[in-house]
T-cell receptor, first 115, second 111 residues
Framework: AQKVTQAQTEISVVEKEDVTLDCVYE???????LFWYKQPPSGELVFLIR??????QNEISGRYSWNFQKSTSSFNFTITASQVVDSAVYFC????????????FGTGTSLTVIP | EPEVTQTPSHQVTQMGQEVILRCVPI?????FYWYRQILGQKVEFLVS????????KSEIFDDQFSVERPDGSNFTLKIRSTKLEDSAMYFC?????????FGEGSWLTVV
């Protein structure tokens, strides 16, 4: 069973539009961590954010914001006023405290921002 | 800012050859990982390493694979006899706690 599901395979938006990337996770652990990574065309994985399971407070960082809801097991990522440089594949990931820090990645959402 | 570095950035090898991918994790980190990403697919866990031994490995990490930390700074992934399906981007990563930082990856192409 998939521990992390990113149902949106590809999204295209026009520059300056807002876009939300969905992430649904599955775990039986009470202590876990959720992450978003960005993979630009150059291929590297860039860490964006980490949330732990005890902190449901939403976070905003510039144009990025994250909505963590344990009730729906979701950790969605919104980019406000998208820019061409936001074009990348975005991966949601889960780390469970009970599995030695192994990360489970979703299949990624490819975001294309059209100028 | 400290970062995970990997070499080579790209390697082409013939099927059946041995390959060693090298990584220098962030210096004060305690956990080390290798992940693999086949072109266009998701990032997959291979192995984690802590306290000089493998702490966890996936089904992908079969007897063809091995990891080593030979000198306290480098962390290597060896593929003994490469297959075509080993062609992928291999990411090294390290962590101190619960955030993993990835290197820029090593593209391996097996021909």
């Amino acid at each position: 069973a998939q521990k992390v599901t990113q149902a949106q395979t590809e999204i295209s938006v026009v520059e300056k539009e807002d876009v939300t990337l969905d992430c649904v996770y599955e775990t039986r652990d009470t202590t876990y961590y959720l992450f978003w990574y960005k993979q630009p065309p150059s291929g590297e994985l860039v860490f964006l954010i980490r949330r732990n399971s005890f902190d449901e407070q939403n976070e905003i960082s510039g144009r990025y914001s994250w909505n963590f809801q344990k009730s729906t097991s979701s950790f969605n990522f919104t980019i406000t006023a998208s820019q061409v440089v936001d074009s990348a594949v975005y991966f949601c990931a889960l780390s469970e405290a009970g599995t030695g820090n192994q990360f489970y990645f979703g299949t990624g959402t490819s975001l294309t921002v059209i100028p | 800012e400290p970062e995970v570095t990997q070499t080579p950035s790209h390697q082409v090898t013939q099927m059946g050859q041995e390959v060693i991918l090298r990584c220098v994790p962030i210096s004060n980190h305690l956990y080390f990982y290798w992940y693999r990403q086949i072109l266009g697919q998701k990032v997959e866990f291979l192995v984690s390493f802590y306290n000089n031994e493998i702490s966890e490995k996936s089904e992908i990490f079969d007897d063809q694979f091995s990891v080593e930390r030979p000198d306290g700074s480098n962390f290597t992934l060896k593929i003994r006899s490469t297959k075509l399906e080993d062609s992928a981007m291999y990411f090294c990563a390290s962590s101190l706690g619960n955030t993993i930082y990835f290197g820029e990856g090593s593209w391996l192409t097996v021909v």
